[in-house]
């Protein structure tokens, strides 16, 4: 029994608004023809200021910016079936300021290259962090060597593979909280989850997970899946 497999009565289906862009900020957001469809709960906003959306690298995680392609941004929608959810969410009308992309890693550290995140850190030359590692002499080293080699490592370690695609099931009986994880990780998800209720008061199940291998346990966006579940259960009253 994976996460996906889980069911409750009366549950409904809900799924993130994609950004069609890599890096893009949203100019208008119209969900009014997704809203009237029928089979639709809810379609939950970015600026509906009754909602606290958990942060994702220091960003609400439905804003209306996303850094990505096909990154989450702007709404949620809720409904009766994955296929009304799917009809509701073309229906969104998503209007989108382009913002730069760069997508190599050296070219993005150079003086002058615009800064992918000024809303973190506008002075960080988008340097997230600096961790020099010095073991012995290295000047001697080189000095003393037959032969030099130089070359740029890249690093892939945010790539996995993964046949089932993050998902969680809330289901709330008053402050209490089941829920259905799909990851490795319970402290995340722990964490993750406690604004929302009290810790003594979650029910935190991890079925099994599709091919989730390659350092996914650690990826920080898998709780909040399950977070976003319980906005939707509790705006809905549905699981």
């Known amino acids: 029994v994976y996460t996906r497999d889980i069911y409750r009565p009366g549950m409904l289906y809900a799924k993130f608004l994609r950004s069609p862009h890599a890096h893009a900020k949203i100019k208008r957001l119209d969900p009014s023809k997704a ?6 709960r809810a379609v939950l906003r970015y600026d509906d200021p009754t909602i606290t959306w958990p ?6 995680i439905v804003s209306d910016t996303n850094h990505w392609y096909e990154g989450m941004v702007g ?15 073309r ?3 998503l209007e989108m300021e382009e913002l ?35 073991i012995g002499d290295i000047e001697k080293g080189f000095a003393e060597a037959d032969k030099v080699v130089e070359w740029v490592a890249g690093d892939d370690q945010d790539v996995w593979a993964g046949v089932e695609g993050h998902v969680g099931v809330v289901e709330c009986r008053g402050d209490y909280l089941d829920v259905w994880h799909h990851g490795q990780n319970w402290l995340y998800a722990m964490d993750a ?8 008061k979650i029910h935190l199940y991890l079925p099994y997970n599709g091919a989730f291998f390659g350092g996914s346990s650690n990826i920080r966006a898998a709780p909040h899946t399950a977070v976003v579940a319980v906005i939707a259960a509790r705006r809905t009253g549905c699981p």
């Open 100 to 134: 730069p992309v760069i997508l190599d890693p050296e070219e993005a550290l150079k003086p002058g290259a615009p800064i992918m995140r000024p809303d973190t850190n506008p002075k960080s030359n988008n340097k997230t962090r600096e961790r020099p590692i010095k």
């Open 91 to 93: 229906l969104i009308e």
């Open 75 to 89: 709404a949620v929608v809720v409904g009766e079936s994955e296929a009304i959810v799917d009809r509701a969410l």
């Open 35 to 40: 809203e009237a469809l029928t089979g639709v």
């Open 193 to 200: 989850l406690r604004q929302y209720s009290p810790v003594h």
């Open 55 to 60: 942060k994702l690298l220091g960003q609400a």
